[in-house]
C-alpha cells in the first residue's frame, strides 16, 4: 500500500508530465506559425526581420505594450477574466547539459489588463 508522501509524489509527476506535454505543443504550434510566417516574409522580399515581430504582426499587435502575467502583476495590474495569451518566443535557455532552447511566453496586451491605481 502505498504512502501519504508516495501518493502525493505520483501526483505531482502527473502533474509535471501533464505541464510538460502542453507546453511541447504550445511549441509544437508555435514553431508551425513562425515556419509559416517566415516563409511569407521572405516571399514577399523581406530578408530582415525577427519572428517575434512576425508574430506581432501576425496578431495585429505591433506597437502595444505587452508583458507577461507575472510582468504585469508585478506592474500592479490585474489580467481580465476570459483574455487569453498571445505566443511568442522567450529569450535563449542553455540546459546543464549545453542544450540551447527557445522557451514559449504568454504575453498580454496593455488592453487585456486592469491597472489598480493604488
Not at 7 to 13: D, G, I, K, S
Not at 30 to 45: D, N
Not at 69 to 82: C, D, I, N, P
Request: glycine residues 6%.
Amino acid at each position: 500500500m502505498a504512502t501519504k508522501k508516495q501518493t502525493q509524489n505520483q501526483a505531482t509527476e502527473q502533474t509535471t508530465a501533464q505541464v510538460s506535454s502542453k507546453m511541447r505543443a504550445y511549441r509544437e504550434h508555435l514553431k508551425v506559425i513562425t515556419k509559416g510566417l517566415v516563409e511569407m516574409a521572405t516571399a514577399a522580399g523581406r530578408t530582415e526581420f525577427k519572428r517575434n515581430d512576425l508574430l506581432r504582426e501576425c496578431y495585429n499587435v505591433v506597437g502595444q505594450e505587452m508583458d507577461t502575467f507575472e510582468g504585469w502583476k508585478a506592474k500592479g495590474a490585474q489580467v481580465r477574466r476570459g483574455e487569453h495569451a498571445y505566443l511568442f518566443w522567450g529569450a535563449p535557455v542553455t540546459t546543464e547539459q549545453g542544450h540551447t532552447y527557445y522557451p514559449v511566453e504568454f504575453k498580454f496586451t496593455r488592453e487585456q489588463v486592469i491597472i489598480n491605481n493604488k
